[in-house]
């Protein structure tokens, strides 16, 4: 008779059990402890990524975090829902509204995209030359890609009406790029919103906030920090999620966690905890935990 595997106290994931999911431990250390004690097989999507650096799985879920972002700043830049009253497109005779986007990846562009398509006047930041380069070439003229460091960020951060946060460092916790000294130079009513909530956030006044409870102030900010902003979208999300997931959860479903890792280095650099290991390195430095090799159940 074999014994069959019981949940652990930990909750209902079991040992030896495949837990193939989003997971952003870097930015949980309760959920991370959790994880090494059930002895379970966590394989992140945010870290799934190919060879030449890209992150599959998190794009269906960026390109509708991104576009909500655009979204939800336009709604909350509204007086009655906090904001300073200005309509992101403006009008004839009336200037449009100032979107500062930092970051110019997948959530970027797409949040970059939503605010030029409303008419404002839309600047995104990123350290990356050759992605400004291609932003420039792609990005519709009220578009100005522009080399970010602390001097610009904090000059455009003063003039902005929405502030985008968009930042991502596969893996690990975020930067905090918009101080709470650049908050205070801020236009009282203008409204931040920070994408990169779920990995810690890159503004020093985020907190997670719900879809129920979705927005506090900080110094006349309004800040939007819904940690799950694709959930409000959830036919869109679920779709775009699953044509990405599915199928390398068939291919560790019928190969098995092991081999699936083996013969797919997409699957294997998808690994953040084995049987009580951390085996994905920032999660481990995020802690000061031991890191494991993930070759070393291999």
Same mark, same amino acid.
């Given at each position: 008779?074999?014994?069959?595997?019981?949940?652990?106290?930990?909750?209902?994931?079991?040992?030896?059990?495949?837990?193939?999911?989003?997971?952003?431990?870097?930015?949980?250390?309760?959920?991370?402890?959790?994880?090494?004690?059930?002895?379970?097989?966590?394989?992140?999507?945010?870290?799934?990524?190919?060879?030449?650096?890209?992150?599959?799985?998190?794009?269906?879920?960026?390109?509708?975090?991104?576009?909500? =972002?655009?979204?939800?700043?336009?709604?909350?830049?509204?007086?009655?829902?906090?904001?300073?009253?200005?309509?992101?497109?403006?009008?004839?005779?009336?200037?449009?509204?100032?979107?500062?986007?930092?970051?110019?990846?997948?959530?970027?562009?797409?949040?970059?995209?939503?605010?030029?398509?409303?008419?404002?006047?839309?600047?995104?930041?990123?350290?990356?030359?050759?992605?400004?380069?291609?932003?420039?070439?792609?990005?519709?003229?009220?578009?100005?890609?522009?080399?970010?460091?602390?001097?610009?960020?904090?000059?455009?951060?003063?003039?902005?009406?929405?502030?985008?946060? =968009?930042?991502?460092?596969?893996?690990?916790?975020?930067?905090?790029?918009?101080?709470?000294?650049?908050?205070?130079?801020?236009?009282?009513?203008?409204?931040?919103?920070?994408?990169?909530?779920?990995?810690?956030?890159?503004?020093?006044?985020?907190?997670?906030?719900?879809?129920?409870?979705?927005?506090?102030?900080?110094?006349?900010?309004?800040?939007?920090?819904?940690?799950?902003?694709?959930?409000?979208?959830?036919?869109?999300?679920?779709?775009?999620?699953?044509?990405?997931?599915?199928?390398?959860?068939?291919?560790?479903?019928?190969?098995?966690?092991?081999?699936?890792?083996?013969?797919?280095?997409?699957?294997?650099?998808?690994?953040?905890?084995?049987?009580?290991?951390?085996?994905?390195?920032?999660?481990?430095?995020?802690?000061?935990?031991?890191?494991?090799?993930?070759?070393?159940?291999?």
């Amino acid at each position: 008779h074999v014994k069959e595997p019981q949940p652990s106290e930990y909750g209902m994931i079991r040992e030896n059990q495949i837990v193939f999911t989003y997971l952003h431990l870097a930015a949980d250390e309760q959920q991370t402890m959790a994880l090494i004690k059930s002895n379970s097989i966590d394989i992140a999507y945010e870290t799934i990524e190919r060879d030449n650096g890209s992150l599959p799985l998190l794009v269906p879920m960026s390109e509708v975090a991104g576009r909500m =972002a655009t979204q939800e700043a336009a709604k909350y830049l509204e007086m009655p829902q906090g904001g300073m009253g200005i309509l992101l497109g403006g009008v004839t005779g009336v200037e449009p509204g100032t979107v500062v986007v930092i970051g110019g990846g997948i959530v970027g562009i797409n949040a970059a995209k939503m605010a030029c398509g409303l008419g404002a006047k839309v600047y995104i930041l990123d350290t990356n030359l050759a992605r400004l380069a291609y932003l420039d070439d792609v990005m519709p003229a009220n578009c100005f890609p522009v080399m970010s460091n602390p001097a610009i960020l904090a000059d455009l951060v003063a003039k902005a009406d929405a502030v985008i946060g =968009a930042v991502l460092v596969a893996g690990a916790k975020a930067p905090k790029l918009l101080t709470r000294e650049m908050l205070k130079t801020m236009k009282k009513g203008a409204v931040i919103v920070d994408v990169a909530i779920d990995q810690g956030g890159c503004f020093e006044t985020s907190k997670a906030t719900t879809h129920a409870d979705p927005t506090y102030e900080v110094d006349g900010i309004v800040h939007y920090c819904v940690a799950n902003m694709p959930g409000a979208v959830a036919r869109t999300s679920t779709r775009a999620l699953t044509n990405a997931t599915l199928p390398y959860a068939i291919e560790i479903a019928n190969k098995g966690w092991k081999k699936a890792m083996q013969e797919n280095r997409e699957i294997k650099r998808g690994a953040n905890v084995v049987r009580g290991k951390v085996t994905y390195k920032a999660v481990a430095d995020a802690f000061g935990l031991d890191y494991t090799p993930i070759e070393t159940f291999l």
